[in-house]
């Protein structure tokens, strides 16, 4: 278990974990923050996913199942005092623990070899706390990979790592490519490109209808609040848009991305179920 109990904010260990809160910081490092118990089980499940642990004597008292499992795959275990990680922790009511974990992205090419038949895209999503959102509901739904283009959140923010809950560590992370070279390899892999915009031609009911949702797909989510661009609307082989049957002005991201995900899933499932041939483009 832990040992000496870290007090100081000038100690080395606990200097260097705190600068990783700057996006910056973690880009240099090649390492992030993730905060409570959920979160430090997950990263136990990658080898070497886990570079350090701090925790409180309390969350040690609580969780001793995770100090033991952290020390046995090497990583040190730093005791430091309830002020310490209030100081290190990026939320109101700190749980007691925080692992420092190395990155966990992949190229794109590694997340494309394995075919993959549900792939998620964030294009412009700037809001962590959605980012966070749509990772752990394509986790939900079996995509396969999740892609963050180069001008969305960076998913080390400690407020994305929080809202997947434990989903960034389960399936291929891509961080960083541009949508026109991203939007040809997931072509170039097998599937569809559907954008989801409340702009689109079709709606999700007539590409349910049509036999377009039983194909491999890349679905693409944009900023919530101005959509996807121009730009990217005309890489797309379609572009989708969710039925509103109420008064709604929209949905909220996340749950579009919810609504057309567990669409795809449950389309080619279904085609899957039934051995059936998928409709030709």
Same mark, same amino acid.
């Given at each position: 278990?832990?040992?000496? *109990?870290?007090?100081?904010?000038?100690?080395?260990? /606990?200097?260097?974990?705190?600068?990783?809160?700057?996006?910056?910081?973690?880009?240099?490092?090649?390492?992030?923050?993730?905060?409570?118990?959920?979160a430090v089980r997950?990263?136990? &499940?990658? =080898?070497? $996913? !886990?570079?350090?642990?701090?925790?409180?004597?309390?969350?040690?008292?609580?969780?001793?199942?995770?100090?033991?499992?952290?020390?046995?795959?090497?990583? =040190?275990?730093?005791?430091?005092?309830?002020?310490?990680?209030? *100081?290190?922790?990026?939320?109101?009511?700190?749980?007691?623990?925080?692992?420092?974990?190395?990155?966990? +992205?992949v190229p794109l090419?590694?997340?494309?070899?394995?075919?993959?038949?549900?792939?998620?895209?964030?294009?412009? /999503? &700037? +809001?962590?706390?959605?980012?966070?959102?749509?990772? &752990?509901?394509? %986790?939900?739904?079996?995509?396969?990979?999740?892609?963050?283009?180069?001008?969305?959140? %960076?998913?080390?923010?400690?407020?994305?790592?929080?809202?997947?809950?434990?989903?960034?560590?389960?399936?291929?992370?891509?961080?960083?490519?541009?949508?026109?070279?991203?939007? #040809?390899?997931?072509?170039?892999? $097998?599937?569809?490109?559907?954008?989801?915009?409340?702009? $689109? %031609?079709?709606?999700? +009911?007539?590409?349910? %209808?049509?036999? !377009?949702?039983?194909?491999?797909?890349?679905? /693409?989510?944009?900023?919530?609040?101005?959509?996807?661009?121009? *730009?990217?609307?005309?890489?797309? +082989? *379609?572009?989708?848009? /969710? =039925?509103?049957?109420?008064?709604?002005?929209?949905?909220?991201? #996340?749950?579009?991305?919810?609504?057309?995900?567990?669409?795809?899933?449950?389309?080619?499932?279904?085609?899957?179920?039934?051995?059936?041939?998928? =409709?030709?483009?």
């Amino acid at each position: 278990m832990a040992g000496r *109990e870290l007090t100081s904010l000038r100690s080395p260990r /606990v200097k260097a974990a705190r600068r990783l809160a700057k996006r910056a910081f973690r880009r240099r490092e090649s390492r992030f923050l993730a905060e409570g118990p959920q979160a430090v089980r997950e990263a136990l &499940r990658i =080898p070497g $996913g !886990l570079a350090e642990l701090f925790t409180t004597a309390e969350a040690e008292a609580r969780h001793p199942e995770l100090v033991l499992a952290a020390e046995r795959a090497g990583a =040190p275990v730093l005791r430091v005092s309830g002020e310490i990680m209030a *100081e290190l922790a990026q939320t109101v009511t700190p749980q007691g623990l925080l692992a420092v974990c190395e990155f966990v +992205d992949v190229p794109l090419e590694e997340a494309l070899k394995a075919g993959p038949r549900l792939v998620t895209v964030l294009a412009h /999503v &700037r +809001d962590p706390g959605n980012a966070g959102t749509v990772l &752990r509901t394509a %986790d939900a739904a079996g995509s396969e990979a999740v892609v963050f283009t180069d001008a969305s959140v %960076d998913p080390y923010n400690g407020k994305c790592v929080r809202a997947s809950a434990g989903s960034l560590f389960h399936l291929p992370v891509v961080v960083g490519p541009r949508f026109g070279e991203l939007a #040809a390899e997931l072509k170039g892999a $097998g599937l569809t490109v559907l954008a989801a915009d409340g702009a $689109g %031609d079709r709606t999700l +009911d007539e590409a349910i %209808d049509q036999g !377009l949702l039983a194909r491999p797909a890349a679905w /693409v989510f944009g900023n919530e609040a101005w959509g996807l661009p121009e *730009e990217i609307l005309a890489h797309a +082989d *379609e572009v989708v848009r /969710v =039925p509103i049957y109420g008064r709604a002005e929209s949905l909220n991201l #996340a749950t579009a991305a919810a609504v057309c995900l567990y669409a795809s899933a449950r389309a080619q499932r279904g085609a899957a179920a039934a051995g059936e041939a998928v =409709p030709p483009e």
